[in-house]
């Protein structure tokens, strides 16, 4: 009996041609394979800008010091997703703060927000910066954050690590709403360039502040010089940046990626679609869907409805296991990791993240999944809930 992973990449052949001509080309960074993935991968997300990283982690903190988050600003994301998201905000040595869940669609509650949000101004202390998080690829309630952004005055970058070639509105995610939109290659994302990452705006001058920041603040460019140049050689540097930079070995990668981002995308979609169906009448939670956006699926994620049944998470989970299929949580309320505890969260601080967590499973989804896979998945969890 096979492994089944709960996700993985899907490398096709012209993927590794694209690679090897990448290593037998005269640059394997900072050479043109970057610049031409950033503009096929705006092009395809319709923004004018975008800026390929080392990691996602990389793009949330360039992107967190672009939007001005520095000591003493105050950030809110959602509970519900990959450390990454609360983490940059401390980078830059602001204040995190968690918005609760909505428990059908996962994501932030736009109305646990707008609750959170009339207090705060009660109390004088808004939030800067808004992390809402596409938790499994389903895009949240970005019309109605930047509603609540341009009345309070704060700015929204949205974490779609989960949810490249989403769309919402009838727009891809990172087009509109969000004042940046961040997105993840890792390899068990949507597309992978190994390890990566990508910022899109369509704000030039945020554009031209993820650019530097990525490269040490440093720039070449004639143009941007402060001082008169001594000489064809400076360089100068005008921000404190790190070197969060792309190699051009990951962006061939990624633009042989992306160029099959529909049949990828086509695959997971079946797959969900499927997982519906063959899951309707067990006593498990489905995930949500929305007649005006469309999830990438990164996730497939099930909650044990313990109204109907008495078998746990965890014998779920571990059956599962014993039968070869790698099952996974996503994910442990960030509030209750130890180094959030000790910045002083509870558990209980956020309910419905909380009991997301208590009973969530995800099962396996990536579009090389067979048929005959995912009826062995559906076959473990009918014959542990039915025992
Ligand atoms: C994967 C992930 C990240 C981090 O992405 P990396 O590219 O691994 O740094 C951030 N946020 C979320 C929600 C993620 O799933």
Avoid at 354 to 370: C, D, H, N, T, V
């Amino acid at each position: 009996m096979t492994f089944i992973p709960y996700s993985c990449q899907t490398i096709a052949e012209e993927d590794v041609e694209a690679v090897v001509a990448a290593l037998r080309s005269e640059y394997l960074t900072q050479g043109p394979a970057l610049p031409a993935f950033e503009a096929a991968f705006a092009a395809r997300h319709q923004v004018a800008h975008a800026c390929a990283v080392s990691n996602a982690t990389a793009g949330l903190h360039i992107a967190c010091l672009a939007l001005g988050i520095g000591p003493g600003s105050l950030v809110w994301t959602s509970p519900n997703s990959f450390l990454a998201s609360a983490n940059c905000a401390r980078y830059c040595g602001a204040d995190v703060d968690f918005v609760d869940i909505d428990p059908h669609t996962r994501n932030m509650s736009v109305v646990a927000l707008a609750e959170k949000l009339a207090r705060a101004d009660a109390a004088g202390r808004l939030p800067d910066l808004l992390i809402p998080v596409d938790f499994a690829g389903l895009p949240c309630d970005l019309r109605e954050m930047r509603a609540l952004a341009d009345r309070y005055g704060f700015r929204i970058l949205q974490d779609a690590s989960h949810a490249t070639g989403a769309t919402y509105l009838d727009k891809p995610v990172g087009a509109q709403w969000a004042d940046a939109t961040v997105f993840s290659f890792h390899a068990v994302k949507i597309i992978t360039t190994g390890e990566g990452g990508l910022v899109t705006t369509q704000d030039p001058v945020l554009a031209r502040r993820l650019a530097l920041l990525r490269s040490h603040g440093m720039t070449r460019d004639a143009a941007d010089m402060e001082r008169t140049p001594e000489g064809p050689w400076v360089y100068e540097q005008h921000s404190l940046g790190f070197n969060y930079r792309m190699t051009d070995i990951q962006a061939a990668l990624g633009l042989s990626q992306l160029r099959r981002l529909d049949p990828l995308q086509q695959a997971r979609i079946a797959l969900a679609d499927r997982y519906d169906a063959l899951l309707a009448d067990l006593p498990l939670l489905r995930p949500a869907r929305g007649a005006d956006r469309l999830s990438s699926w990164h996730l497939y994620a099930i909650e044990v409805d313990d109204s109907r049944t008495t078998v746990s998470r965890l014998a779920l989970f571990n059956a599962l296991r014993a039968a070869q299929i790698g099952v996974n949580v996503h994910y442990i309320p960030i509030h209750t990791q130890p180094y959030y505890a000790r910045l002083g969260f509870r558990p209980g601080d956020f309910p419905h993240a909380e009991r997301y967590y208590a009973r969530a499973l995800s099962i396996p989804l990536f579009p090389g999944m067979s048929e005959a896979q995912q009826a062995r998945v559906v076959e473990v969890l009918r014959r542990t809930l039915e025992a």
